[in-house]
């Protein structure tokens, strides 16, 4: 196996069936993990220092969220993205976030707003000034910030289980030539709505922010 993973230790065996789950699907979503790439449940174990339970419950559970494929008599095996997947993922992605812009807009206060327009701003200049793993971090901070503003703890609840997979595939979607330029004119659209408190238009907004960003993925794939 071409990654090592680090011992996991905790005190009792939830937390450690919960660990080595974590630490494997973040790996898959953070591309540590390759599409294609055997995972050797003997291997893990040994690794983490844990036995091959956790290691097999894990694996069992990152099968049902299709990240991981089991093939007879090969063995498990980190599974990619196809364009369907991707597509089916943007779209309840577009459906939660623009919800939480439909809310945010209700609920935005004027220093919710400052903050989020200061983080597009900086998005912006670090892309300028070539970096763009730090445009990508504070993009992270500002759809947070989005979230957050909604002030629905359910809902902020069920759009942070797809940050996983929303930043995967904003590492690759961002690196495409001007795609960060053009996401500060998706962000700016949709703080115009919500400076407005216009929660039809924020939600628009949103949902073509999504769009493009899936758009994005799609074409640096390809």
Same mark, same amino acid.
């Given at each position: 196996?071409?990654?090592?993973f680090? #011992?996991v230790? @905790?005190?009792?065996?939830f $937390?450690?069936?919960?660990?080595?789950?974590?630490?494997?699907?973040?790996? *898959?979503?953070?591309?540590?993990?390759?599409?294609?790439? $055997?995972?050797?449940?003997r291997? =893990?174990?040994?690794q983490?220092?844990?036995?091959?339970? #956790?290691?097999?419950?894990a *694996?069992q559970?990152?099968?049902?969220?299709?990240?991981?494929?089991?093939?007879?008599?090969? %063995?498990? @095996?980190?599974a990619? @993205?196809? #364009?369907?997947?991707?597509?089916? *993922?943007?779209? *309840?992605? +577009? &459906?939660?976030?623009?919800l939480c812009?439909?809310?945010? !807009?209700?609920k935005?206060?004027a %220093?919710e707003?400052?903050?989020?327009?200061?983080? /597009?701003?900086?998005?912006?200049?670090?892309?300028?000034? +070539?970096?763009?793993?730090? !445009?990508?971090?504070?993009?992270?901070k500002f759809?947070? +910030?989005?979230?957050k503003? &909604?002030k629905?703890?359910?809902?902020y609840?069920?759009?942070?289980?797809?940050? %996983?997979?929303i /930043?995967? @595939?904003?590492?690759?979607?961002?690196k495409? #030539? %001007?795609?960060?330029?053009?996401?500060y004119?998706?962000?700016?659209? =949709?703080?115009?709505?919500?400076s407005?408190?216009? +929660?039809?238009g924020?939600y /628009?907004?949103?949902?073509?922010?999504?769009?493009?960003s899936s758009?994005?993925f799609?074409e640096?794939?390809?």
């Amino acid at each position: 196996m071409e990654y090592e993973f680090l #011992p996991v230790k @905790f005190d009792n065996t939830f $937390h450690i069936r919960d660990s080595v789950y974590s630490v494997l699907r973040n790996a *898959i979503l953070d591309g540590k993990l390759k599409p294609g790439q $055997h995972l050797v449940e003997r291997d =893990i174990a040994g690794q983490m220092k844990v036995s091959r339970t #956790p290691v097999r419950e894990a *694996i069992q559970k990152l099968e049902n969220e299709q990240l991981v494929r089991h093939l007879p008599r090969r %063995g498990v @095996f980190v599974a990619g @993205f196809t #364009p369907d997947d991707v597509r089916e *993922i943007e779209v *309840i992605r +577009g &459906a939660l976030e623009s919800l939480c812009c439909r809310l945010a !807009a209700a609920k935005i206060t004027a %220093g919710e707003l400052d903050k989020l327009q200061a983080l /597009n701003q900086d998005m912006l200049i670090e892309e300028e000034q +070539g970096h763009i793993d730090k !445009a990508i971090q504070i993009n992270r901070k500002f759809h947070e +910030g989005l979230y957050k503003a &909604a002030k629905s703890p359910h809902l902020y609840y069920f759009v942070n289980t797809l940050r %996983g997979y929303i /930043n995967r @595939f904003t590492m690759v979607s961002y690196k495409k #030539p %001007g795609r960060i330029r053009e996401v500060y004119r998706e962000h700016e659209a =949709i703080l115009a709505c919500l400076s407005r408190h216009d +929660g039809t238009g924020a939600y /628009n907004a949103a949902e073509k922010h999504v769009e493009q960003s899936s758009q994005a993925f799609l074409e640096m794939t390809q």
